[in-house]
């Protein structure tokens, strides 16, 4: 069964900690993605990558660092947490071309306290 | 580049009610089109997709035809159940970077 895995479930960090939030995809697929989900605010696009160590801003990369070093695994960085990064965490990955949709993960629950 | 308007929500049913969510979409040339379902807690399933004018998507009891004269994919069910609660969203996917474009998503709760 093909899957987009991320590592935590639910995370509890404080305030001003380094923070990193994995994604890990079986499927060989080119493309990863991070979003954020808030209440009223929908998805919002973090980061994402079309391949190994290429990455783009999307919509709200302030405050936010990634990495992927490797093709399956896509690492989302909160530099130094603020509460205001309370939020799920949704990964995502596709493939390069063509319209297969997005495989998502089950998402992480982030609280900074 | 593609953009989408969806029912806003909440959506209260009673169990065995039918169920329809609003879905328009701008886009350039042909998108797919997808609809996802977000149980509490949980992340993005795929729900149901159609990559062409007239196709039917059908999965779990719910539908949606892509209809290009009015650029619309709404999602319709015609009993639904306690366990369909959940948030829907509507997504095309297309243009030359093939990225998939989120409606805002809809809550739907179905009371027993």
């Known amino acids: 069964d093909v899957k987009v895995t991320q590592s935590s479930r639910y995370l509890v960090k404080r305030t001003g900690e380094k923070v990193f939030l994995e994604c890990v995809q079986d499927?060989?697929?080119?493309?990863m993605f991070w979003y954020r989900q808030d209440p009223g605010l929908g998805l919002r696009l973090i980061y994402f990558?079309?391949?190994?160590?290429?990455?783009e801003k999307g919509d709200i990369p302030e405050g936010y660092s990634v990495s992927r070093e490797k093709k399956e695994r896509f690492s989302l960085i909160l530099e130094s947490a603020s509460t205001n990064q309370t939020s799920m965490y949704l990964c995502?990955?596709?493939?390069?071309?063509?319209?297969?949709?997005?495989?998502f993960g089950s998402g992480t629950r982030l609280t900074v306290v | 580049g593609n953009s989408v308007t969806q029912m806003e929500g909440p959506v209260t049913l009673s169990e065995e009610a039918f169920l329809t969510i609003n879905c328009t979409y701008t886009?350039?040339?042909?998108?797919?089109l997808f609809w996802y379902v977000q149980y509490p807690g949980e992340g993005l399933q795929l729900l149901l997709k159609?990559?062409?004018?007239?196709d039917k998507g059908s999965n779990k009891g719910f539908e949606a035809t892509y209809r290009k004269e009015t650029t619309s994919f709404h999602l319709e069910k015609g009993s639904v159940q306690v366990s369909d609660s959940a948030v829907y969203f509507c997504?095309?996917?297309?243009?030359?970077?093939?990225?998939?474009?989120f409606g805002k998503g809809t809550l739907l709760t179905v009371n027993p």
């Open positions: 995502a990955s596709s493939p390069y071309e063509g319209n297969y949709g997005y495989t």
């Open positions: 499927m060989d697929h080119e493309n």
């Open positions: 990558s079309y391949d190994v160590k290429m990455k």
């Open positions: 886009a350039t040339g042909y998108p797919s």
């Open positions: 159609a990559t062409k004018a007239d």
């Open positions: 997504a095309p996917q297309g243009g030359s970077n093939y990225k998939l474009t």
